[in-house]
């Protein structure tokens, strides 16, 4: 049973700086996942952010970047907005299937 | 502009099957893939499958193996994903989304979300 992990919380300052990880236990996190990062908002839909470890949707916000960073996906937030506050989800590919991760609940504090 | 529109909520009992239907707008629906997941009440999303709209080849979780069928109406640009034996932990929001991005076609845009509800 293949198993995501992610940070269960993480608070920021407004303004700040802040990186979610991603991790397999399978063993590092390689392109080769192509590591994807979603925001849910309570009672939305997620909306897709990042694909492929770094590529951003045409409405991602310039403010959230992607990588690999020690072994593990990284979603990276500079210059925090209070619209910001959400759960982010990662999901990594396994050869045809995909997982996500258990989630981080950013708070914007 | 894309669209997944999702059938409304229902409500089942224990033993029961579903079926959720997602209908397609603003792309060539066989081009891209449709991807399900679900989530449950408080809980973290789950993928469940996807189905290559354009030849109908499947791939499911290992977690829903033998209790999910995907499937898809390329007249209607319509995908469907019907879950069998329906006990009361399978109560979650069920989103289709397209799979259209890089290489390994990743979830873009979601659906609204359906509510299933598994109660006797």
């Known amino acids: 049973q293949t198993v995501v992990t992610q940070e269960p919380s993480l608070t920021v300052s407004p303004g700040g700086t802040v990186t979610l990880t991603c991790a397999s236990s399978t063993g590092a996190v390689t392109s080769g996942f192509y590591p994807n990062w979603f925001q849910q908002k309570p009672g939305q839909a997620p909306r897709a952010l990042i694909y492929?470890?770094?590529n951003k949707h045409s409405w991602t916000p310039a403010r959230f970047s992607g990588s690999l960073l020690g072994g593990k996906g990284a979603l990276t937030l500079s210059g925090v907005q209070p619209e910001d506050e959400a759960e982010y989800y990662c999901?990594?590919?396994?050869?045809?299937?995909?997982?996500f991760g258990g989630g981080t609940k950013l708070t914007v504090l | 502009q894309v669209q997944l529109v999702q059938s409304g909520a229902e409500l089942k009992k224990p033993g029961a099957s579903v079926k959720v239907s997602c209908k397609a707008s603003?792309?060539?629906?066989?081009?891209?893939?449709i991807h399900w997941v679900r989530q449950a009440p408080g809980q973290r999303l789950e993928w469940m499958g996807w189905?290559?709209?354009?030849?109908?080849?499947?791939k499911y979780s290992q977690n829903f193996q033998g209790r999910v069928t995907i499937t898809r109406d390329t007249s209607a640009s319509t995908a469907y994903m019907e879950l069998s034996s329906l006990r009361s932990e399978d109560t979650a929001v069920y989103y289709c989304a397209r799979g259209g991005v890089g290489v390994v076609s990743a979830p873009d845009y979601w659906g609204q979300g359906t509510l299933v509800t598994v109660s006797s």
């Open positions: 603003g792309y060539t629906f066989t081009t891209y893939t």
């Open positions: 999901l990594l590919y396994y050869g045809g299937a995909w997982v």
């Open positions: 189905i290559n709209a354009g030849n109908g080849n499947t």
């Open positions: 492929s470890t770094s």
